[in-house]
């Protein structure tokens, strides 16, 4: 996941918030062969703000409304409906363990983002990659 930064969880500070993060989806990763035309379209479809500091391969986009947000990723072939979402959790690794145990498959051990958070990432049962997700405690 080339996540710079998982939508610098808007609310990651809060350590009440943190403690129980209740599963809340906190990003996605729209996959795209060319970041600035694809940020380009969704600027001006739905007016989105789109942070390309990130580097020529992933720009960060936010939708102005509330804490989801997510990210244009630069990939060389792109398979349609290839969307990762991820999902708030407290424990990364008990969480890719219980998804392996359900059935899943774990395609990314936790991982640091630095100044971030962590991520993890498994193949559910159709075989949908999903993101899990820890911010960095201030």
Known sequence: MSTALIVKMRDSKSPKKRKN???????????TTDVKKSGEFYKKLFDWKIDYSWG??????????????????RKDK????????????DDI?????KAVKLGA????????IPN????GLFTDL?????????PKKA
């Open 21 to 31: 993060m209740s599963h809340t989806l906190c990003h996605l990763e729209i996959p």
């Open 56 to 73: 020529k391969d992933y720009a960060i986009f936010s939708t102005g409304q509330g804490k989801l947000g997510g990210a244009l990723d």
């Open 78 to 89: 792109i398979t349609p409906g290839n969307i990762i979402i991820y999902i708030l959790v």
């Open 93 to 97: 690794n008990a969480t890719l363990e």
């Open 105 to 112: 498959k774990k395609v990314k051990e936790k991982t640091e």
């Open 116 to 119: 971030v958070g962590w991520f």
């Open 126 to 134: 159709d075989g949908n990659t999903i993101g899990v997700f820890t």
